[in-house]
Each structure stands twice: as structure tokens, then as C-alpha cells.
């Protein structure tokens, strides 16, 4: 059988794409005028498109291709899956296979207590499923009005209507209604573009500690649980200072409100340990997981919830689930992801040797003219541009018009590179060896020279006042 893009040209595909297909987040007019780049098949780090280009994939599909493509033992278990029971539920007291062992497999391996798990078709279902099991778990407790999210600006936790709402996007919020009453968000901590003459110490430290201040300017009794990254992905790779999660865990201990630690990109790896809360020190009630749950090689994602809300939870019935939850083919596939990552070291070659050779490659673009900073952990790195290195200076332009420029740079040298405004991330398959990384960053270069041409030409090198 021959692929669809094997029968038909570019022009006529992106000609459908533009007539009947609606993106998630483009400008579809732009889009329309352009045509969209139609990727037809990957192997490891690598993708292909429809006009025979080869590119390196920095993003990990949308941060979340760990093991890389291609693997055929995840073809194979959900073709078997397929064959023995292509779905069935998990309500109503029934349960299958693959959901079974995928949650005992997920609870192994998470820290602490979480030993949970209560299963979702997405990050975005998962952080909804959050937001009720967390209220109703408090109203289990006698305490029905605490039922205050506190998350942060420039958090990204999805796009249904309460993960976007606990999400910190403003332009998310200012499309459809958003957000939910009683969720609250507190600054970030971007010490890079927002901590002034601070050092990244103390600035972590006052950041986190608003998080104090809402909760008692909102009062104890108020206050659900707070929710944020371990380290933010879509918000543009944001590292936070060492100071910042020592200090919230302390404020959680603290207050009677629950930890929730969206792993959504940290979690299976990402950060070189196989929790975001392991490299942070973070210890959560409850985790977010998807995207490298599977790999996204099917849709899957869920909450990982501690003894203690689980065994308050398990009195009486809770009004909640997606016909998908633990679908058996996106588990089976989930467990395969597992056992790759787990039996070939990856998450370890992620720690020993590929994190520790992207900080040096990747730290090396600090001395470009175009570049404020450029930082990384384990594989996740983002720089920011900068008319004014010194300064750390914002451009004059709007923002996100360098960023824009130096993406369209790097994907023309077939590096799949995003812009977050003018912040440039990555995030590559964590198989990635450090050859691959040598030439991920040598295509990074070439594309910030590039841009950097262009933005002198357009006489857009002005800081902002
Ligand atoms: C991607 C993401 C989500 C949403 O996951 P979807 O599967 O796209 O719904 C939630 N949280 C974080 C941190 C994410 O990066």
C-alpha cells in the first residue's frame, strides 16, 4: 500500500490542507499563502517532508518523541493490541490488561507515594481531570471551599477550557472566556528577561515566595493546590534560579494546599532523571504526565496521585472520565515506550552523556552577537535574543518578530528549531547522540548568522526603549 503523499504533488496537498484542514495555533491566512511543510516519515532524530528534504528534529515532534521514530516494537505491540481487544472501557468496574500494567508500571517508577493512576486521552484532559479530583477531594475533606488554583503566568498546562485556564497564556485567556473563576496566577520566574538588577538567587526566591503572598492574601482556607511546571516548555524553556523550588516546597509544606507538578515535557526523561520533580526536588501530590508517556506514538496522558488523595478518593464514586482513559492500544503502546527507555539507558544517556554535551554546545552560542543567553537541562535549552547583550534588552520590533526569523533561518537549514517571542527553544528525541547534538547546533549558528543578516538589513537590530 502506498502512501497518500506518494500519489499526490506538494502544491495539490497543501492546496487541501489550506481548503479543509484547521491548525491548532496558526495564523491559517499566513499558512494559506505559504503552504504548510508536509512531513511524511522519521527514523531516530530525523524527519522527512514531501519534497525529499532531510531535517533534524529539535523538537521532539511537540516535545515529546523521546526514543525517536521509527521504533517498530510499538508498531508491532499496538498491531497486536489491535487484534486481541481494540478498545474497551475502564468504567463501571471493568478494566483491562494494558491499563492495569501500565498503571503498576507508571507507579514503579514515579517518586515518593504517587502510586496512582487515574488515566486521560492528553495533557490538557489530565490537568482538567486535576482540577475536579483536586476540589472534590478537599470538599471529601470537609472543606469544600477550597477551591483555588494558584499557577503562574506563562505556565503552559493545555488547551481544553480548565488547562487553559490554569495555564498562564494571556492571549489563551483572552479567546473564549478564560480563565475559570477562582484560579489565580502569580509571576514566573524568568530572571533572564524579568529579574532586573536581582541575582537569579534572590529573584527566585521572590518569586517564589508570592506564592506565599497569594496564599494568605487569598487565605489558607481558600487555597486547592498550586500548580506549576518543573521547568516550563512552551513558555520558552525556562530554567528557573536554584533558589525558586526549594523555597515553594517549603511554602507548600507549609500551608495546607496540594503540590501539583505538571510533567507534561519533564516527566520520562527530559531532564536527565525520570521526573522533573526528581532533578528539582520537587515532591508533588500529583504529576501530569503525557507527551514521552508514549512517546507520542498514540494519545495518552493521566494524573499520578499520592496515597493520601487517592485513599480520600476512594470513598464514594467520582463523576469523572473520558472513554479513553487507559485506551488499551495507547497503553500497550505506552508500556513498550517504557520498557525501551528503561532497558537501553536512555534516561541515563540523557544524565551522562548527551545533557552534558548540549550544555557545552549549546552554551558555546552565548558568544553569538544575536544571543543573551543560552542555557539548557538535560535536553531542553532555549536562548534569547537580544539587540543588546549587555542590557539583556527586549527588541523595539513586536515581539516574536526576531524569533520569527531566526525559526524560518533554522527550518530553511533543515533544523526544526521554535520561537516562544523571541526566545529560541529545543527539545531533540533523547536517543540524540553527541554528533547529532554537533550538528544541531551548527545548523542553530548558521541560522542566528542568517537572521542576524536579515534583521540588520530590515534595521530591526533596536532595543526597545
Ligand atoms: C503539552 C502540554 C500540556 C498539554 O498536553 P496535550 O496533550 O497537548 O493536551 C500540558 N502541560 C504541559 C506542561 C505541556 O507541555
Redesign the pocket.
Same mark, same amino acid.
Given at each position: 500500500m502506498q502512501p497518500i503523499t506518494n500519489h499526490m504533488p506538494t502544491a495539490e496537498l497543501q492546496a487541501l490542507d489550506a481548503a479543509h484542514h484547521m491548525h491548532p495555533f496558526t495564523d491559517e491566512a499566513a499558512l494559506a499563502r505559504k503552504g504548510a511543510r508536509i512531513i511524511t516519515r522519521g527514523r531516530g532524530v530525523r524527519l522527512w517532508d514531501s519534497e525529499g528534504n532531510e531535517i533534524l528534529d529539535g523538537m521532539a515532534g511537540?516535545?515529546?518523541v523521546n526514543i525517536g521514530y521509527g521504533r517498530d516494537e510499538l508498531a508491532e505491540v499496538a498491531a497486536r493490541q489491535m487484534r486481541e481487544l481494540p478498545f474497551y472501557n475502564t468504567f463501571f468496574q471493568t478494566t483491562h490488561v494494558p491499563a492495569i500494567a501500565l498503571a503498576a508500571k507508571i507507579a514503579e517508577l514515579a517518586p515518593g507515594n504517587l502510586n496512582h493512576v487515574f488515566f486521560a486521552?492528553?495533557?490538557?484532559? +489530565?490537568?482538567d481531570t486535576n482540577l475536579r479530583m483536586v476540589r472534590h477531594y478537599w470538599a471529601l475533606k470537609g472543606k469544600p471551599e477550597k477551591t483555588v488554583f494558584i499557577a503562574r503566568k506563562n +505556565?503552559?498546562?493545555?488547551?481544553?477550557m480548565g488547562?487553559a485556564s490554569l495555564?498562564g497564556m494571556q492571549a489563551m485567556h483572552a479567546q473564549g472566556g478564560l480563565p475559570l473563576p477562582d484560579i489565580h496566577h502569580i509571576d514566573q520566574p524568568h530572571w533572564y528577561l524579568e529579574g532586573g538588577d536581582h541575582s537569579p538567587e534572590e529573584f527566585g526566591r521572590a518569586r517564589a515566595r508570592q506564592l506565599e503572598e497569594a496564599i494568605l492574601a487569598i487565605g489558607e482556607d481558600r487555597v486547592a493546590a498550586f500548580i506549576a511546571?518543573p521547568v516550563?516548555?512552551?513558555g520558552g524553556v525556562i530554567i528557573p534560579p536554584d533558589s525558586y523550588w526549594p523555597e515553594i516546597q517549603r511554602i507548600c509544606d507549609k500551608h495546607e494546599i496540594l503540590l501539583i507538578a505538571?510533567?507534561?515535557?519533564?516527566g520520562f526523561g527530559r531532564t536527565g532523571t525520570w521526573f522533573g520533580s526528581q532533578t528539582y526536588g520537587i515532591r508533588p501530590h500529583i504529576m501530569?504526565i503525557?507527551?514521552g508517556l508514549s512517546s507520542g506514538y498514540q494519545?495518552i496522558?493521566g494524573s499520578v496521585v499520592c496515597d493520601e488523595v487517592a485513599e480520600v478518593l476512594s470513598h464514594g464514586e467520582f463523576y469523572h472520565g473520558y472513554t479513553y482513559s487507559g485506551h488499551p492500544v495507547a497503553a500497550a503502546v505506552a508500556l513498550e515506550n517504557l520498557r525501551i527507555l528503561e532497558e537501553e539507558g536512555i534516561v541515563g544517556h540523557v544524565r551522562d552523556v548527551a545533557a552534558p554535551h548540549l550544555a557545552d554546545a549549546w552554551g558555546s552560542l552565548a558568544d553569538h552577537p544575536l544571543v543573551g543567553e543560552a542555557v539548557s537541562t538535560g535536553l531542553m535549552a532555549s536562548l534569547a535574543l537580544t539587540p543588546d547583550k549587555a542590557r539583556r534588552a527586549r527588541f523595539a520590533a513586536a515581539p516574536g518578530t526576531a524569533g520569527y526569523i531566526c525559526r524560518e533561518r533554522s527550518f530553511a537549514n533543515n533544523l526544526i528549531m521554535r520561537h516562544v517571542a523571541d526566545r529560541m527553544v529545543i527539545a531533540p528525541p533523547l536517543v540524540i547522540t553527541p554528533e547529532d547534538i554537533d550538528l544541531l547546533v551548527a545548523r542553530a549558528r548558521t541560522a542566528l548568522d542568517e537572521a542576524h543578516v536579515i534583521l540588520r538589513e530590515e534595521d530591526l537590530l533596536k532595543a526597545a526603549a
Amino acid at each position: 500500500m502506498q502512501p497518500i503523499t506518494n500519489h499526490m504533488p506538494t502544491a495539490e496537498l497543501q492546496a487541501l490542507d489550506a481548503a479543509h484542514h484547521m491548525h491548532p495555533f496558526t495564523d491559517e491566512a499566513a499558512l494559506a499563502r505559504k503552504g504548510a511543510r508536509i512531513i511524511t516519515r522519521g527514523r531516530g532524530v530525523r524527519l522527512w517532508d514531501s519534497e525529499g528534504n532531510e531535517i533534524l528534529d529539535g523538537m521532539a515532534g511537540l516535545w515529546c518523541v523521546n526514543i525517536g521514530y521509527g521504533r517498530d516494537e510499538l508498531a508491532e505491540v499496538a498491531a497486536r493490541q489491535m487484534r486481541e481487544l481494540p478498545f474497551y472501557n475502564t468504567f463501571f468496574q471493568t478494566t483491562h490488561v494494558p491499563a492495569i500494567a501500565l498503571a503498576a508500571k507508571i507507579a514503579e517508577l514515579a517518586p515518593g507515594n504517587l502510586n496512582h493512576v487515574f488515566f486521560a486521552g492528553s495533557g490538557s484532559e +489530565a490537568n482538567d481531570t486535576n482540577l475536579r479530583m483536586v476540589r472534590h477531594y478537599w470538599a471529601l475533606k470537609g472543606k469544600p471551599e477550597k477551591t483555588v488554583f494558584i499557577a503562574r503566568k506563562n +505556565a503552559y498546562h493545555g488547551s481544553s477550557m480548565g488547562s487553559a485556564s490554569l495555564g498562564g497564556m494571556q492571549a489563551m485567556h483572552a479567546q473564549g472566556g478564560l480563565p475559570l473563576p477562582d484560579i489565580h496566577h502569580i509571576d514566573q520566574p524568568h530572571w533572564y528577561l524579568e529579574g532586573g538588577d536581582h541575582s537569579p538567587e534572590e529573584f527566585g526566591r521572590a518569586r517564589a515566595r508570592q506564592l506565599e503572598e497569594a496564599i494568605l492574601a487569598i487565605g489558607e482556607d481558600r487555597v486547592a493546590a498550586f500548580i506549576a511546571e518543573p521547568v516550563q516548555g512552551a513558555g520558552g524553556v525556562i530554567i528557573p534560579p536554584d533558589s525558586y523550588w526549594p523555597e515553594i516546597q517549603r511554602i507548600c509544606d507549609k500551608h495546607e494546599i496540594l503540590l501539583i507538578a505538571d510533567e507534561v515535557i519533564c516527566g520520562f526523561g527530559r531532564t536527565g532523571t525520570w521526573f522533573g520533580s526528581q532533578t528539582y526536588g520537587i515532591r508533588p501530590h500529583i504529576m501530569t504526565i503525557a507527551k514521552g508517556l508514549s512517546s507520542g506514538y498514540q494519545p495518552i496522558g493521566g494524573s499520578v496521585v499520592c496515597d493520601e488523595v487517592a485513599e480520600v478518593l476512594s470513598h464514594g464514586e467520582f463523576y469523572h472520565g473520558y472513554t479513553y482513559s487507559g485506551h488499551p492500544v495507547a497503553a500497550a503502546v505506552a508500556l513498550e515506550n517504557l520498557r525501551i527507555l528503561e532497558e537501553e539507558g536512555i534516561v541515563g544517556h540523557v544524565r551522562d552523556v548527551a545533557a552534558p554535551h548540549l550544555a557545552d554546545a549549546w552554551g558555546s552560542l552565548a558568544d553569538h552577537p544575536l544571543v543573551g543567553e543560552a542555557v539548557s537541562t538535560g535536553l531542553m535549552a532555549s536562548l534569547a535574543l537580544t539587540p543588546d547583550k549587555a542590557r539583556r534588552a527586549r527588541f523595539a520590533a513586536a515581539p516574536g518578530t526576531a524569533g520569527y526569523i531566526c525559526r524560518e533561518r533554522s527550518f530553511a537549514n533543515n533544523l526544526i528549531m521554535r520561537h516562544v517571542a523571541d526566545r529560541m527553544v529545543i527539545a531533540p528525541p533523547l536517543v540524540i547522540t553527541p554528533e547529532d547534538i554537533d550538528l544541531l547546533v551548527a545548523r542553530a549558528r548558521t541560522a542566528l548568522d542568517e537572521a542576524h543578516v536579515i534583521l540588520r538589513e530590515e534595521d530591526l537590530l533596536k532595543a526597545a526603549a
